[in-house]
C-alpha cells in the first residue's frame, strides 16, 4: 500500500488503496475530507489560518481559508460529492504556549477556528477532531476505508 506524505501547504487527494499521512502536526492542522459514497478522501496540511493582505504566490494550501475550497474542488475533480463529504480535523496545539502572553489567542487554535470556519463555509460537516493541547500528532487517513487514525507519542492513538 503507497503511503503519500502531505507536507505543510500540500493539497492532496487519493482513492482506493494507500495512505495520506501528515507527520509531526504542532500548530498545524491537517483538514481531512471523505466522501464515503464515491470512496474519494483528500488532506490539506494547514500552516496558518489566512493569506496576507496582496497574497498571490503562495501555495493554497498553506492557509486555512484558501486550503479547504481548494481540497473540496480537488476531490469533486476525483469524484467526491459534496453533499455526502465530511470532514476530520488533527493538530492546532499551543506547541510554545509559556511565550505567549496571557489572553492571547495562539498560532493552533486561529488555525484550527479558520479551518471550522472554512468548513462551514463550504457546508462540510465536522465529524471528528482531535486538536488543540500542548503536543504534536501525526495523522493518517486509509483511502480504501476512509478510517482516520491520528497519533502522539504522549498520548498515543485514537480512531476519528
Known sequence: MARTIVR???VKT?????????????????AILWDPTARVGGMAHVLLPVPPPRWKDAPAGRYA???VPTLLQAMVLAGAQR??????????????SNLIAPGLIHTGER???ATR???HAAGI???????????GRSVELDL??????????RHGVREL
Open 8 to 10: 505543510v501547504a500540500d
Open 14 to 30: 487519493g482513492k482506493g488503496e494507500g495512505t495520506l499521512v501528515a507527520l509531526g502536526l504542532g500548530s498545524c492542522v491537517a
Open 65 to 67: 481559508q484558501t486550503a
Open 83 to 96: 453533499a455526502t463529504t465530511v470532514a476530520r480535523l488533527v493538530g492546532g496545539a499551543a506547541m510554545f
Open 111 to 113: 488555525n484550527v477556528l
Open 117 to 119: 470556519e472554512a468548513l
Open 125 to 135: 460537516p465536522l465529524r471528528g477532531e482531535w486538536v488543540g493541547g500542548d503536543f
Open 144 to 153: 480504501a476505508s476512509g478510517r482516520v487514525t491520528a497519533s502522539s507519542v
